[in-house]
């Protein structure tokens, strides 16, 4: 440790590692809670297919199906349309107009999740049930639908980011080369920014699979796999939606409650996961290696 | 390849970035048609007559006191990782500890809020355990946000008061942070857009759908605005025109508090033309 003498180091330092002290009293904490669940259902937490409350069944693979369901299907939408963006964005468009496009996208990014899950319930949920002929149009693909344009700022933002960190010089090379705009892009500065990118997508996906309260107000909140599994006409029920839901009314202590801190250590530990790999991959962006056009 | 295919694809690549625009202003649009609906006497009036004025003091409440809490922890643990921090495995560490918690998801900080500051604190369900769930939330954009407007500091401004004889601490405290102050204060602010309308990790930890009255101390629950739009809709199937209101208030808080931060940093970066910038 390098306290030396000086006291006001070491208050700094004790409000830098609070972030640490945080994590692992999160980890402690859920682990704790979840224990009676973990040692009571084991891999049946999960693996097992039935999760009903009203029998004490606590199987989570139909939830984390359902989300990883919502997740995939949002980013089948988000990830072309987010990536798209970025490179119009950092390579094309004038450059008066980028500072207000990227404000815009920031306020798109901090509207809070209950107000798109209004509007997810107000709007598109009926229009989802009119154009497939649907009972109800809380369905996988609402969700997704939502989750999508939740996860479209940040997969931008921060591929934008690695876009425009490709040194100038790069491209002048190419320009000077004789290359078009679009041949440097396509040759100097995309294979240039492909891990940043991959690491926005990842960032997206850690961020989309905790969202709670938007998927869970457009979901349709059915703990069942759909049949067949690729419907997305069907009703899900993401873990984040169940804890949610669920939360208020297990007694504390109960295999219930126990069972719903499991889930949510099943969601630290994806997003932990996710979130440290996205930031290895920033941390090794090869810009300054050598590039073959 | 012809200059008319390069403008094709460059086309193309637009279209994507019209649909985001469109999305938003789709969005606008759909929250501006509700202010015909919206009775604007309910902003003054109780819940308990059926209107917001506890939902919109209890949100300003939640907000004040978690940035409160988190902003100084945030800028001191900037200050430390900017100008203090060995180049080491342990600052490694807290680094990627800072973009992790940035990464726990709103109901996990929920999970932990209730069993930790709740349950384990003795808080119970209350304004002060929404400011301590709410503050872990706020606190990694204003840390992050605060380095970079300290990286952005010219190093010769603390230079010149060292050399002036003055201590670190003394050059950081009384230079290079006040330099930073508007690029810290936006943090703040974009910290507290982020959490305006949280609802997840206040679900179990502070709110209520209906109090007596605003809270008189910060060991009551309150209510928000996100709550109630949330419970409203969920638990009580409330029909979209009731609520519109709920969430138009809601929707201002958080727009104005990120358009302020916006405007606040283009100012700024415009007037203080010694900023080192990047690129």
Redesign the interface.
């Given at each position: 440790m390098?306290l030396r003498s000086?006291p006001?180091?070491f208050?700094?330092?004790l409000?830098?590692?609070?972030?640490?002290v945080?994590?692992i009293?999160?980890l402690l904490?859920?682990v704790?809670?979840g224990s009676l669940a973990f040692t009571r259902l084991g891999t049946q937490l999960i693996l097992g297919l039935r999760w009903e409350t009203n029998s004490d069944l606590y199987g989570g693979f139909p939830l984390i199906y359902g989300s990883l369901m919502v997740v995939s299907g949002a980013f089948l939408i988000a990830v072309?349309?987010?990536v798209?963006?970025s490179?119009?964005?950092a390579e094309?468009?004038p450059f008066q107009l980028r500072?207000s496009?990227k404000?815009?996208?920031?306020?798109?990014a901090?509207?809070?999740?209950?107000?798109y899950?209004?509007?997810g319930?107000?709007?598109l949920t009926p229009l989802v049930a009119s154009i497939f002929g649907l009972q109800s149009g809380a369905t996988a693909l609402t969700a997704s639908l939502i989750l999508a344009?939740m996860a479209?700022p940040t997969i931008?933002g921060v591929s934008g980011e690695t876009i425009?960190?490709v040194p100038?010089e790069y491209k002048e090379a190419a320009f000077a080369l004789g290359a078009?705009?679009?041949?440097t892009i396509r040759n100097v500065v995309l294979p240039l920014s492909k891990s940043g990118m991959l690491a926005s997508v990842m960032?997206g996906f850690?961020?989309a699979?905790?969202?709670?309260?938007a998927v869970?107000?457009v979901a349709g909140n059915v703990a069942m796999v759909p049949t067949p599994p690729w419907n997305y006409l069907a009703p899900v029920y993401p873990v984040?939606a169940v804890?949610?839901?669920q939360?208020?009314e297990a007694a504390?202590g109960s295999l219930e409650y126990s069972a719903?801190?499991g889930l949510?250590l099943i969601?630290?530990i994806i997003?932990?996961i996710?979130?440290?790999i996205a930031?290895a991959i920033v941390r090794r962006r090869p810009v300054g290696r050598d590039v073959q056009i | 390849m012809s200059k008319q295919t390069e403008k094709v694809i460059f086309a193309i690549l637009g279209v994507p970035m019209l649909i985001c625009m469109l999305i938003f202003l789709w969005i606008l649009s759909l929250l501006l048609t509700g202010i015909g609906t919206v009775r604007w006497e309910l902003f003054t009036m109780s819940a308990l007559r059926g209107g917001m004025l506890e939902m919109i003091v209890g949100t300003i409440y939640l907000l004040l006191g978690a940035a409160a809490v988190a902003s100084p922890i945030g800028v001191l643990a900037a200050i430390y990782l900017v100008e203090y921090a060995p180049s080491g495995r342990l600052t490694r560490i807290i680094d990627q500890a800072i973009n992790n918690l940035a990464g726990v998801p709103s109901i996990v900080i929920g999970l932990f809020g209730y069993t930790f500051f709740c349950r384990h604190l003795g808080l119970g369900v209350s304004l002060a355990a929404g400011w301590l769930t709410l503050a872990l939330m706020i606190l990694p954009i204003v840390i992050r946000g605060s380095e970079e407007a300290l990286r952005m500091v010219p190093a010769s401004f603390k230079e010149a008061s060292l050399a002036l004889g003055a201590t670190k601490w003394k050059a950081i405290s009384s230079i290079t942070l006040p330099a930073a102050a508007p690029g810290v204060v936006t943090s703040v602010i974009l910290g507290m857009a982020r959490v305006a309308g949280e609802t997840a990790a206040i679900l179990f930890t502070s709110c209520v759908l209906i109090t007596r009255g605003l809270p008189k101390t910060p060991f009551e629950p309150v209510m928000t605005l996100s709550y109630n739009l949330f419970v409203q809709i969920v638990a009580l199937g409330a029909p979209a025109q009731r609520v519109f209101g709920i969430a138009l208030v809601l929707f201002m808080i958080v727009t104005s508090l990120s358009l302020s931060a916006i405007l606040l940093r283009i100012h700024y970066r415009r007037r203080q033309t010694w900023l080192r910038m990047k690129g």
């Open positions: 390098h000086q006001i180091e208050v700094l330092f409000c830098a590692s609070l972030s640490v945080a994590l009293l999160m904490f859920v704790m809670e072309p349309l987010g798209c963006t490179i119009f964005i094309v468009l500072d496009i404000s815009v996208l920031e306020l798109l901090s509207i809070p999740s209950v107000i899950g209004f509007i319930v107000t709007f344009i479209l931008v425009s960190a100038s078009s705009r679009w041949q960032l850690g961020r699979i905790g969202e709670t309260v869970l107000m984040t804890i949610a839901m939360m208020g504390v719903l801190f949510g969601l630290f997003t932990f996710v979130n440290t930031d | -």
